[in-house]
């Protein structure tokens, strides 16, 4: 990940904080695809006596990349290439990734006595709000 996106959301969480007195909830929206560690951001919202709801929301081709036939893959820093012929594969990888970070990121909420859901930004919101975040117990 990027150490600057993660310095972005903390700049704002500290800003939010600033403004913020006593207990309550903070809901964190995001893709967390480019945050380096969320260690600080979600120990900022734990420390102020916030319960911590992380939402990861990745569009259609987050979840499932369209990815056919042959690719090249070039390091637009160093014009390094890289050739894939078994897309079969690397969405594999890719998904075996973008599951570890879920778990990853569930993990980190858990420990500081927060929740993390995955959903997909084409999901209706009254589906998410009264069947997947009923469903957890987020709300009643």
Known sequence: GHPEAA???VE???????QHRGKGIALLLSDFLTLGSVARSFNLLHSAGLEMYAVQVLGPSEIDPDLTGDLRFVDSENDFTLDVSSVGELLGIYHEHRLGLQ???EAQ???RNGRF???????PVNQVLFETMLRRGWVR
């Open 117 to 123: 859901l995955a959903l997909s930004a084409t999901q």
């Open 7 to 9: 310095g972005v959301i």
């Open 109 to 111: 909420a858990r420990q």
């Open 103 to 105: 778990q990853h990121l």
């Open 12 to 18: 704002a969480i500290e800003a939010v904080l600033q």
